[in-house]
Protein backbone atom coordinates (compact mmCIF):
# COMPACT_ATOMS: atom_id res chain seq x y z
CA UNK A 1 0.00 0.00 0.00
CA UNK A 2 1.46 3.24 -0.42
CA UNK A 3 0.36 7.08 0.43
CA UNK A 4 -0.58 9.55 -1.87
CA UNK A 5 2.92 10.67 -2.52
CA UNK A 6 3.88 7.02 -3.37
CA UNK A 7 5.84 6.11 -0.84
CA UNK A 8 5.31 2.49 0.60
CA UNK A 9 2.88 2.60 4.01
CA UNK A 10 2.41 -1.44 4.14
CA UNK A 11 3.25 -4.26 2.50
CA UNK A 12 3.00 -7.81 3.32
CA UNK A 13 5.79 -9.23 0.66
CA UNK A 14 7.25 -7.92 -2.25
CA UNK A 15 6.78 -11.35 -3.33
CA UNK A 16 5.13 -13.00 -6.45
CA UNK A 17 5.58 -16.05 -8.96
CA UNK A 18 5.97 -16.30 -12.45
CA UNK A 19 5.11 -19.82 -14.72
CA UNK A 20 6.90 -19.72 -17.61
CA UNK A 21 5.43 -21.80 -20.48
CA UNK A 22 9.16 -23.69 -21.03
CA UNK A 23 12.44 -23.59 -19.90
CA UNK A 24 14.82 -20.63 -20.54
CA UNK A 25 18.44 -22.60 -22.06
CA UNK A 26 21.03 -21.68 -20.12
CA UNK A 27 19.94 -20.52 -16.89
CA UNK A 28 20.01 -22.79 -13.22
CA UNK A 29 17.16 -22.58 -10.56
CA UNK A 30 18.93 -22.25 -7.45
CA UNK A 31 17.17 -24.19 -5.05
CA UNK A 32 14.81 -22.21 -1.83
CA UNK A 33 16.25 -22.15 1.38
CA UNK A 34 16.27 -24.93 4.39
CA UNK A 35 16.76 -22.68 6.73
CA UNK A 36 16.31 -18.69 7.31
CA UNK A 37 18.32 -16.64 7.32
CA UNK A 38 20.16 -14.90 10.79
CA UNK A 39 21.02 -11.89 11.92
CA UNK A 40 25.00 -10.96 10.92
CA UNK A 41 24.94 -13.59 8.65
CA UNK A 42 26.26 -12.95 5.43
CA UNK A 43 24.16 -12.90 2.15
CA UNK A 44 24.81 -12.39 -1.43
CA UNK A 45 22.89 -9.84 -3.65
CA UNK A 46 22.77 -10.77 -7.09
CA UNK A 47 22.24 -7.53 -9.28
CA UNK A 48 21.77 -6.12 -12.79
CA UNK A 49 21.13 -2.55 -11.79
CA UNK A 50 22.69 0.97 -11.62
CA UNK A 51 25.63 1.25 -9.64
CA UNK A 52 26.49 4.69 -8.70
CA UNK A 53 29.50 3.51 -6.82
CA UNK A 54 31.15 2.02 -9.19
CA UNK A 55 29.68 4.13 -12.42
CA UNK A 56 27.73 2.49 -14.13
CA UNK A 57 27.72 -1.23 -14.97
CA UNK A 58 23.66 -1.02 -16.53
CA UNK A 59 23.19 -4.90 -17.34
CA UNK A 60 26.14 -6.36 -16.30
CA UNK A 61 25.31 -8.95 -13.71
CA UNK A 62 27.55 -8.71 -10.24
CA UNK A 63 27.33 -10.43 -6.97
CA UNK A 64 27.79 -8.62 -3.90
CA UNK A 65 28.20 -9.96 0.08
CA UNK A 66 26.41 -7.96 2.62
CA UNK A 67 25.86 -8.92 6.56
CA UNK A 68 22.02 -9.35 7.57
CA UNK A 69 21.74 -6.63 10.08
CA UNK A 70 18.20 -7.19 11.29
CA UNK A 71 14.86 -8.50 11.01
CA UNK A 72 12.61 -5.89 10.56
CA UNK A 73 9.90 -6.07 13.48
CA UNK A 74 6.78 -4.27 11.67
CA UNK A 75 7.19 -6.55 8.87
CA UNK A 76 7.47 -10.33 9.39
CA UNK A 77 9.83 -12.11 7.02
CA UNK A 78 12.03 -8.93 5.81
CA UNK A 79 15.17 -8.28 6.96
CA UNK A 80 17.34 -5.10 6.18
CA UNK A 81 20.91 -6.02 5.16
CA UNK A 82 24.06 -3.35 5.51
CA UNK A 83 24.72 -1.11 2.55
CA UNK A 84 27.47 1.07 2.39
CA UNK A 85 26.53 3.32 -0.07
CA UNK A 86 22.29 3.68 -0.67
CA UNK A 87 22.76 4.44 -4.35
CA UNK A 88 24.57 0.74 -4.64
CA UNK A 89 21.99 -1.40 -5.97
CA UNK A 90 19.56 1.19 -7.31
CA UNK A 91 16.58 -0.37 -9.44
CA UNK A 92 17.70 -3.80 -8.08
CA UNK A 93 14.26 -4.58 -6.43
CA UNK A 94 12.87 -7.93 -7.18
CA UNK A 95 16.81 -9.66 -7.66
CA UNK A 96 17.75 -12.77 -5.82
CA UNK A 97 19.10 -12.93 -2.06
CA UNK A 98 21.47 -16.15 -1.66
CA UNK A 99 22.13 -17.60 1.54
CA UNK A 100 25.31 -20.28 2.22
CA UNK A 101 24.31 -23.25 4.47
CA UNK A 102 25.99 -26.17 4.35
CA UNK A 103 27.95 -24.80 1.74
CA UNK A 104 25.52 -24.70 -0.99
CA UNK A 105 23.70 -21.23 -2.29
CA UNK A 106 20.51 -21.32 -1.50
CA UNK A 107 17.58 -18.48 -2.94
CA UNK A 108 16.65 -16.97 0.71
CA UNK A 109 15.12 -14.04 -0.44
CA UNK A 110 14.25 -11.23 -2.92
CA UNK A 111 15.78 -7.87 -2.81
CA UNK A 112 13.19 -4.89 -1.97
CA UNK A 113 16.27 -2.63 -2.08
CA UNK A 114 15.03 1.11 -2.64
CA UNK A 115 17.13 4.05 -3.39
CA UNK A 116 17.00 6.45 -0.41
CA UNK A 117 15.31 3.36 1.64
CA UNK A 118 17.09 0.86 3.83
CA UNK A 119 18.00 -2.08 1.61
CA UNK A 120 15.68 -5.10 2.30
CA UNK A 121 15.40 -8.48 1.03
CA UNK A 122 11.71 -10.35 2.10
CA UNK A 123 12.33 -14.15 3.00
CA UNK A 124 11.71 -17.04 1.02
CA UNK A 125 11.91 -19.17 3.53
CA UNK A 126 8.96 -17.34 5.98
CA UNK A 127 7.20 -17.32 2.84
CA UNK A 128 7.91 -21.46 2.29
CA UNK A 129 4.55 -22.72 2.53
CA UNK A 130 2.99 -19.82 -0.01
CA UNK A 131 5.64 -20.38 -2.41
CA UNK A 132 5.13 -24.28 -2.20
CA UNK A 133 1.41 -23.69 -2.70
CA UNK A 134 1.88 -21.29 -5.46
CA UNK A 135 4.21 -24.33 -7.16
CA UNK A 136 1.68 -27.18 -6.47
CA UNK A 137 -0.70 -24.75 -8.39
CA UNK A 138 1.33 -24.34 -11.21
CA UNK A 139 2.27 -27.75 -11.39
CA UNK A 140 -1.88 -28.46 -11.83
CA UNK A 141 -1.71 -26.59 -14.10
CA UNK A 142 0.66 -28.15 -17.07
Known amino acids: MVDSQG ?3 SSEADLATVVLSQRVEGTDVPRLAEVEAKEGEIVVVVSYGYDEVLGGLEGQRRFKAFKAVRVLSS ?3 QFVFEQPDRGLFKGDSGGPVLVVHE ?3 RLG ?3 TAALGEEATFVSTYFHRDWIAAELERARRLE
Open 7 to 9: KVV
Open 75 to 77: EPG
Open 103 to 105: GKS
Open 109 to 111: GIS
